[in-house]
Protein backbone atom coordinates (compact mmCIF):
# COMPACT_ATOMS: atom_id res chain seq x y z
CA UNK A 1 0.00 0.00 0.00
CA UNK A 2 1.41 3.52 -0.84
CA UNK A 3 2.20 5.54 2.09
CA UNK A 4 4.05 8.63 3.23
CA UNK A 5 4.85 8.98 6.62
CA UNK A 6 6.27 11.91 8.92
CA UNK A 7 8.29 12.37 11.87
CA UNK A 8 8.22 13.54 14.11
CA UNK A 9 3.95 14.57 14.47
CA UNK A 10 4.81 17.66 16.10
CA UNK A 11 8.14 19.97 17.16
CA UNK A 12 8.58 23.14 19.37
CA UNK A 13 12.14 25.16 18.44
CA UNK A 14 12.96 28.66 19.77
CA UNK A 15 13.43 31.34 17.44
CA UNK A 16 16.91 31.35 15.26
CA UNK A 17 17.87 27.71 15.39
CA UNK A 18 17.81 24.99 12.71
CA UNK A 19 15.95 21.71 12.80
CA UNK A 20 14.71 18.55 10.35
CA UNK A 21 11.82 17.02 9.68
CA UNK A 22 11.35 13.79 8.05
CA UNK A 23 9.50 11.75 5.23
CA UNK A 24 9.57 8.19 4.52
CA UNK A 25 7.78 6.75 2.17
CA UNK A 26 6.58 3.36 0.15
CA UNK A 27 5.22 4.18 -3.38
CA UNK A 28 5.76 2.82 -6.24
CA UNK A 29 6.54 3.87 -8.97
CA UNK A 30 7.62 6.81 -7.78
CA UNK A 31 8.08 10.27 -9.62
CA UNK A 32 8.48 13.01 -7.56
CA UNK A 33 8.67 14.15 -4.07
CA UNK A 34 6.99 17.64 -2.83
CA UNK A 35 6.93 19.71 0.56
CA UNK A 36 4.19 21.48 1.07
CA UNK A 37 3.98 24.66 3.63
CA UNK A 38 0.52 25.10 5.14
CA UNK A 39 0.08 28.04 7.27
CA UNK A 40 -2.54 27.77 10.15
CA UNK A 41 -6.16 28.10 8.55
CA UNK A 42 -4.67 28.38 4.95
CA UNK A 43 -4.23 26.17 2.20
CA UNK A 44 -0.89 24.42 1.34
CA UNK A 45 1.77 26.41 -0.42
CA UNK A 46 4.60 24.34 -2.57
CA UNK A 47 8.35 24.97 -1.36
CA UNK A 48 9.90 22.28 -2.97
CA UNK A 49 9.61 19.29 -5.63
CA UNK A 50 12.13 16.98 -6.63
CA UNK A 51 12.23 14.11 -9.08
CA UNK A 52 13.59 11.09 -8.33
CA UNK A 53 17.17 12.36 -9.93
CA UNK A 54 17.54 15.55 -8.09
CA UNK A 55 19.11 14.18 -4.38
CA UNK A 56 18.85 18.11 -2.58
CA UNK A 57 16.92 20.85 -3.65
CA UNK A 58 16.80 24.64 -1.79
CA UNK A 59 14.48 27.75 -1.26
CA UNK A 60 16.02 30.19 0.65
CA UNK A 61 16.81 29.21 3.86
CA UNK A 62 14.29 25.42 3.21
CA UNK A 63 16.69 22.91 1.84
CA UNK A 64 15.35 19.53 1.11
CA UNK A 65 17.29 16.25 0.53
CA UNK A 66 15.73 12.96 -1.35
CA UNK A 67 17.07 9.35 -0.85
CA UNK A 68 15.48 7.72 -3.61
CA UNK A 69 17.48 4.22 -2.49
CA UNK A 70 16.30 4.13 0.82
CA UNK A 71 12.71 6.23 0.17
CA UNK A 72 13.40 9.14 2.91
CA UNK A 73 13.31 12.80 2.45
CA UNK A 74 14.00 15.45 4.82
CA UNK A 75 13.71 19.10 5.36
CA UNK A 76 16.21 21.07 6.64
CA UNK A 77 15.09 24.70 8.15
CA UNK A 78 17.82 26.99 8.64
CA UNK A 79 17.48 30.05 11.14
CA UNK A 80 13.93 29.94 12.03
CA UNK A 81 11.83 32.93 12.10
CA UNK A 82 8.43 32.98 13.98
CA UNK A 83 6.15 32.66 10.47
CA UNK A 84 7.97 29.36 10.14
CA UNK A 85 5.59 28.45 12.23
CA UNK A 86 3.01 26.31 10.51
CA UNK A 87 2.22 22.38 9.00
CA UNK A 88 4.45 20.95 6.88
CA UNK A 89 3.66 17.92 4.63
CA UNK A 90 5.25 15.39 2.57
CA UNK A 91 3.24 14.93 -0.88
CA UNK A 92 4.96 11.83 -2.99
CA UNK A 93 3.36 11.30 -6.90
CA UNK A 94 3.01 7.82 -8.15
CA UNK A 95 2.77 9.35 -11.84
CA UNK A 96 4.56 10.93 -14.39
CA UNK A 97 2.97 14.30 -15.79
CA UNK A 98 -0.58 11.55 -15.72
CA UNK A 99 -4.32 12.28 -16.19
CA UNK A 100 -5.07 11.61 -13.01
CA UNK A 101 -2.36 13.17 -10.72
CA UNK A 102 -2.82 10.68 -7.92
CA UNK A 103 -0.85 12.22 -4.87
CA UNK A 104 -0.39 10.20 -1.50
CA UNK A 105 -0.03 13.19 1.24
CA UNK A 106 1.60 12.71 4.89
CA UNK A 107 0.06 13.84 7.63
CA UNK A 108 2.12 16.80 8.28
CA UNK A 109 4.80 18.04 11.39
CA UNK A 110 3.28 20.85 13.37
CA UNK A 111 5.97 23.17 13.65
CA UNK A 112 5.94 26.11 16.50
CA UNK A 113 8.82 28.68 16.67
CA UNK A 114 8.67 30.26 19.86
CA UNK A 115 10.33 33.96 20.45
CA UNK B 1 0.65 33.89 -9.93
CA UNK B 2 -2.04 30.93 -9.86
CA UNK B 3 -5.08 32.09 -7.89
CA UNK B 4 -7.11 29.36 -6.35
CA UNK B 5 -10.27 30.97 -4.86
CA UNK B 6 -12.83 29.22 -2.85
CA UNK B 7 -16.01 31.08 -2.01
CA UNK B 8 -16.33 30.99 1.95
CA UNK B 9 -13.38 30.91 4.69
CA UNK B 10 -16.43 29.77 7.21
CA UNK B 11 -19.27 28.13 6.63
CA UNK B 12 -22.21 27.10 9.45
CA UNK B 13 -24.58 24.55 7.91
CA UNK B 14 -27.53 22.65 9.66
CA UNK B 15 -27.99 18.64 9.56
CA UNK B 16 -30.07 17.89 6.42
CA UNK B 17 -28.89 21.13 4.49
CA UNK B 18 -27.54 21.09 0.87
CA UNK B 19 -24.44 22.62 0.97
CA UNK B 20 -22.57 24.26 -2.09
CA UNK B 21 -18.58 24.98 -2.20
CA UNK B 22 -17.66 26.92 -4.89
CA UNK B 23 -14.05 26.86 -6.48
CA UNK B 24 -12.22 29.10 -9.32
CA UNK B 25 -8.90 29.33 -10.84
CA UNK B 26 -7.81 31.78 -12.89
CA UNK B 27 -4.65 29.72 -14.72
CA UNK B 28 -7.04 27.71 -17.30
CA UNK B 29 -5.93 24.55 -15.51
CA UNK B 30 -7.54 21.14 -17.32
CA UNK B 31 -7.34 19.55 -13.27
CA UNK B 32 -9.36 20.45 -10.49
CA UNK B 33 -9.68 18.66 -7.12
CA UNK B 34 -11.70 18.50 -4.20
CA UNK B 35 -10.22 17.34 -0.83
CA UNK B 36 -11.04 17.05 3.04
CA UNK B 37 -8.44 17.58 5.45
CA UNK B 38 -8.93 16.47 9.31
CA UNK B 39 -6.49 16.20 12.14
CA UNK B 40 -3.91 13.10 11.95
CA UNK B 41 -5.53 11.60 8.33
CA UNK B 42 -3.82 14.21 5.57
CA UNK B 43 -5.61 15.47 2.79
CA UNK B 44 -8.07 12.85 1.76
CA UNK B 45 -9.64 13.28 -2.16
CA UNK B 46 -12.78 13.19 -2.40
CA UNK B 47 -13.40 14.31 -6.33
CA UNK B 48 -11.06 15.32 -9.34
CA UNK B 49 -12.15 16.84 -12.54
CA UNK B 50 -9.75 16.91 -16.08
CA UNK B 51 -12.02 18.72 -18.23
CA UNK B 52 -15.25 20.71 -18.41
CA UNK B 53 -18.42 18.30 -17.43
CA UNK B 54 -15.72 15.11 -16.37
CA UNK B 55 -15.28 14.02 -13.11
CA UNK B 56 -13.78 10.77 -11.32
CA UNK B 57 -14.10 9.69 -7.70
CA UNK B 58 -11.63 9.88 -5.64
CA UNK B 59 -10.40 8.06 -2.57
CA UNK B 60 -13.98 9.32 -0.35
CA UNK B 61 -16.52 10.06 -2.69
CA UNK B 62 -19.64 9.04 -0.68
CA UNK B 63 -22.13 11.63 0.89
CA UNK B 64 -20.39 13.99 -2.07
CA UNK B 65 -20.97 15.17 -5.79
CA UNK B 66 -19.81 17.52 -7.70
CA UNK B 67 -19.96 19.82 -10.81
CA UNK B 68 -17.89 21.49 -13.56
CA UNK B 69 -19.51 23.45 -15.84
CA UNK B 70 -17.29 25.35 -16.76
CA UNK B 71 -13.65 25.42 -16.96
CA UNK B 72 -12.08 27.91 -14.15
CA UNK B 73 -14.91 26.48 -11.91
CA UNK B 74 -15.79 23.10 -9.73
CA UNK B 75 -18.10 23.02 -6.76
CA UNK B 76 -18.09 20.87 -4.17
CA UNK B 77 -22.28 19.51 -3.30
CA UNK B 78 -23.01 18.21 0.27
CA UNK B 79 -26.54 16.88 -0.74
CA UNK B 80 -27.37 16.48 2.95
CA UNK B 81 -25.36 17.95 5.14
CA UNK B 82 -24.49 15.57 8.06
CA UNK B 83 -22.10 16.05 11.51
CA UNK B 84 -19.32 13.65 9.87
CA UNK B 85 -18.58 15.92 7.16
CA UNK B 86 -17.67 18.76 9.14
CA UNK B 87 -13.75 19.39 7.85
CA UNK B 88 -11.38 21.66 6.16
CA UNK B 89 -12.08 21.44 2.53
CA UNK B 90 -9.39 22.44 0.40
CA UNK B 91 -9.60 23.02 -3.53
CA UNK B 92 -6.69 22.13 -5.81
CA UNK B 93 -5.72 22.66 -9.55
CA UNK B 94 -3.08 22.02 -12.19
CA UNK B 95 -2.14 21.41 -15.79
CA UNK B 96 -0.66 18.44 -17.17
CA UNK B 97 3.07 18.74 -16.51
CA UNK B 98 6.28 17.49 -15.90
CA UNK B 99 5.57 17.96 -12.07
CA UNK B 100 2.12 17.79 -12.34
CA UNK B 101 1.96 20.21 -9.24
CA UNK B 102 -1.41 21.70 -7.85
CA UNK B 103 -1.98 24.64 -6.08
CA UNK B 104 -4.29 24.70 -3.53
CA UNK B 105 -7.00 27.71 -2.91
CA UNK B 106 -7.05 28.71 1.33
CA UNK B 107 -9.75 26.15 2.49
CA UNK B 108 -12.90 26.29 3.60
CA UNK B 109 -13.71 25.49 7.27
CA UNK B 110 -17.52 24.14 7.40
CA UNK B 111 -19.08 23.22 10.57
CA UNK B 112 -22.57 20.64 10.46
CA UNK B 113 -24.24 21.17 13.84
Known amino acids: KNQVEQSPQSLIILEGKNCTLQCNYTVSPFSNLRWYKQDTGRGPVSLTI?????NTKSNGRYTATLDADTKQSSLHITASQLSDSASYIC??????????????FGTGTLLAVQP | DVKVTQSSRYLVKRTGEKVFLECVQDMDHENMFWYRQDPGLGLRLIYFSYDVKMKEKGDIPEGYSVSREKKERFSLILESASTNQTSMYLC????????????FGPGTRLTVL
Open chain 2, 92 to 103: ASNSYSLYNEQF
Open chain 1, 91 to 104: VVSDEYGGATNKLI
Open chain 1, 50 to 54: MTFSE
